[in-house]
């Protein structure tokens, strides 16, 4: 299995910015996919996920500018970032939750891709 993540990239604060994530080599089902971010001396955390038939998470921090949203039939996650801030600077990395009959629950991890907000 593995996580393709593209859209990261450089821009001006206020700007938007778009992530997109397939999974690739998926036999199972997935259960969820999710956006996390690392800053440069900051733990990884959650930014956005989306759950099971469509509940969806946020980091505080990204509640109301942030929007994420699966292609269930493409195996894809895409995160609209608007209104971006320098504090969203990070790597930004896709994750997935998968299941299958034989192993069960494993989860995946993207290579992540780099988001810079300039102010």
């Known amino acids: 299995v593995q996580l393709q993540a593209s859209g990261g990239g450089s821009v001006q604060a206020g700007g938007s910015l778009r992530l997109s994530c397939e999974v690739h080599?998926?036999?199972?089902?997935?259960?969820?996919m999710g956006w996390y971010r690392q800053a440069d001396g900051k733990q990884r955390e959650l930014v956005a996920k989306?759950?099971?038939?469509?509940?969806?998470h946020y980091a505080d921090a990204v509640k109301g500018r942030f929007d994420i949203s699966r292609d269930y039939a493409k195996n894809m996650a895409f995160l609209q970032m608007n209104e971006l801030k320098s504090e969203d600077t990070a790597v930004y990395y896709c994750?997935?939750?998968?299941?299958?009959?034989?192993?069960?629950?494993?989860?995946?991890w993207g290579r992540g891709t780099l988001v810079t907000v300039s102010s």
């Open positions: 994750n997935a939750n998968l299941w299958t009959l034989m192993k069960g629950p494993s989860e995946h």
């Open positions: 080599g998926s036999t199972g089902a997935i259960n969820g």
């Open positions: 989306i759950v099971g038939a469509g509940a969806i």
